[in-house]
């Protein structure tokens, strides 16, 4: 059975150190091999859910007001004074490039 997960970067309270748990946790669920395949996304800010009032609590700002270009965005839309925009593309190219380290290694094996 293929199992897929689906993370989101740059959450609201996300930090240095919970992505490094979150990506160590991934490796270990692809080296079990109780995982397949990694679907990544940035967060989206959208107003009146708890994600955004939470994104405002940790000083988010949205780098992008256009919603219109929120859809199929290759860059992150929030950033924290803890976590900046370009920290976010890293950690998304990271977890890019774990899945695609073990895809090919998982269809290797068929």
Partial sequence: MRVNVFIIVGLPGE????????????ENLFDERL??????????????????Q???EYGG?????????????????????NLSAERQLKMFEDVSRLNEKNLSS?????
């Fill in 15 to 26: 930090s240095e150190e919970s992505f490094r748990e979150t990506y160590a946790y991934l």
């Fill in 35 to 52: 995982i397949s395949n990694i679907l990544v996304s940035y967060f989206q800010p959208y107003q009146g859910t708890d994600s955004f």
């Fill in 54 to 56: 939470k994104m405002q």
């Fill in 61 to 81: 700002r949205i780098v992008e007001e256009d919603k219109q270009k929120w859809i199929l965005r290759g860059g992150p839309l929030v950033e924290y004074p």
């Fill in 106 to 110: 998982f269809y290797k094996r068929f």
